[in-house]
């Protein structure tokens, strides 16, 4: 393999190109890329195309060859930006960060656990068990976010709904110690609805694909897809996804990182619930919105561990306050119908900030002094969802695109511009470029 990687295609950095142009550029990546080195520098950036298939380059042999290494003693890869974060942020104790960009289907997620897998290889061989524990609970959680934030589209079998920042903390030595995730704008509107060609959120279909006949049974859930209105647009999609394998998967992750056999339960009767609520149907008895299927009514409040008649009054009235009176105000059919929707997509959204929470709980550093272990740095990788454009787009979309224009302009400025700067203040000769 090392002699495999020593031959090199065309330019490894476009920074060495005689000519810079769209065309040479683009000639480069193809010529690359065909030759099976997807990653080609540019400086200190790395340029990644998505080849869609298992590549053998991410393996102990692999993670070896870029370990201490410096940026360009080795091919372009994703390891040797990691390491290079790794170096800074341990060299002069430092904060960093890995800042992963890109249209949707483009790789970012992959390179996010890829990049999360090699920092937690080189880091010390230690028998701390401590140190083992936070490495296994930051690669576990992934598994986790992924079930319930992320969902194929039509451009991605495994496409982030959710934008991720997740911090690493190292002791004084720079072995991980703990974590911290944030996550931003979760596509809720998918709960409810979604494109021609793509699924809801993994989740429920890992649930009903994977979950026991008597699992499923205490939730009054059956394993037919299309039986459910908010997922039977994607139920009937061809997928290379093995819903039955990943929830087991999922389920045995959850269990590592620390969730208690109940609160694993929880999660999958509010997963219920809100499949429940799909099915709910209103009818009109003169200008009255009724529940037509009253047994969904009994099942939701069952698995919400509340009374039959609150969930009625939630699903048919709104609470409207008039100065110092408060009056409930009955729905009409469509507003009842538009109520249900953002009770389902309020649900899942408060279920998934609860999983993040609970894993943040789990993985946070916990009991370091740094008067006595020294300060305690921080490597951050930033996964953002990716621009996309539907037929429909969605808010959560519109933000997220104009999410990933802020994101593609700060990287220009932290790029160029500083660049720029650095060769006037060395009195490099320099024909200022423009750039907006």
């Given at each position: ?63 070896e ?32 960060c890995?800042?992963i960009?890109g ?18 290889a ?26 319930f ?9 495994n ?8 911090d ?12 911290h995730?944030?996550?931003y ?18 989740s ?12 499923l049974?205490?939730l009054?859930?059956q ?10 647009v994607g139920a009937q ?21 620390g ?5 694993i ?6 997963l219920a ?10 009818v ?8 037509e ?47 249900r ?6 649900i899942?959204?408060r ?11 789990i ?14 740095t ?11 454009i539907f ?12 999410c ?33």
């Open positions: 393999m090392a002699e495999q990687e020593s031959l090199e295609f065309g330019k490894a950095d476009f920074v060495l190109m005689d000519t810079v142009s769209m065309p040479e550029f683009m000639a480069n990546l193809r010529l690359r890329f065909e030759k099976g080195r997807i990653y080609t520098f540019i400086g200190e950036v790395v340029v990644s195309v998505n080849p869609y298939k298992s590549l053998n380059i991410y393996g102990r042999e692999t993670i060859q870029y370990k201490g290494r410096e940026l360009y003693e080795r091919p372009p890869h994703l390891f040797a930006i990691a390491d290079a974060a790794y170096k800074a942020m341990k060299r002069r104790s430092k904060d960093t890995i800042v960009s249209e949707s289907g483009a790789g970012k997620t992959e390179a996010s656990k890829y990049i999360m897998q090699y920092i937690a080189i880091t010390n061989p230690s028998q701390r068990a401590e140190i083992e524990r936070v490495k296994n609970m930051l690669l576990k959680s992934n598994c986790v976010l992924e079930a934030g992320n969902a194929k589209t039509n451009r991605n079998d496409s982030s709904r959710f934008g991720k920042y997740m690493i903390n190292f002791d004084f030595k720079g072995d991980p110690i703990g974590g995730i944030s996550n704008l979760l596509e809720k509107s998918r709960v409810i609805v979604q494109q021609p060609g793509e699924r809801s959120f993994h429920f279909y890992q649930l009903l694909q994977g979950g026991s006949e008597q699992m049974r205490s009054h859930l394993k037919s897809l299309s039986s459910y209105n908010y997922i039977h999609l061809k997928s290379s996804i093995n819903d039955a394998a990943e929830f087991k998967v999922v389920a045995d992750a959850m269990k590592v990182i969730f208690k056999p109940e609160e339960q929880t999660v999958y009767k509010i619930t809100i499949l429940h609520l799909g099915n709910l149907k209103f009109v008895d003169g200008d009255t919105p009724l529940i299927n009253g047994k969904v009514v009994s099942i939701i409040a069952e698995l919400l561990s509340t009374k039959t008649d609150m969930v009625e009054k939630a699903l048919l009235y709104r609470t409207v306050a008039t100065g110092r009176d408060v009056i409930d105000k009955q729905h009409t059919e469509q507003e009842a119908c538009y109520g929707d953002a009770f389902a997509k309020a899942y959204e279920l998934f900030c609860w999983i993040v929470t609970r894993i943040n709980d993985i946070e550093v916990k009991n370091y002094d740094t008067t006595v272990h020294g300060k305690n921080v490597i951050g990788v930033l996964d953002i969802y990716g621009f996309e037929d429909n787009n969605s808010f959560e979309q519109f933000c997220i695109n104009y990933n224009e802020k994101l593609q302009q700060l990287f220009i400025q932290l790029v160029l511009k500083q660049e720029q700067e650095e060769y006037q203040r060395e009195g490099i000769p320099w024909k200022h470029m423009g750039f907006s």
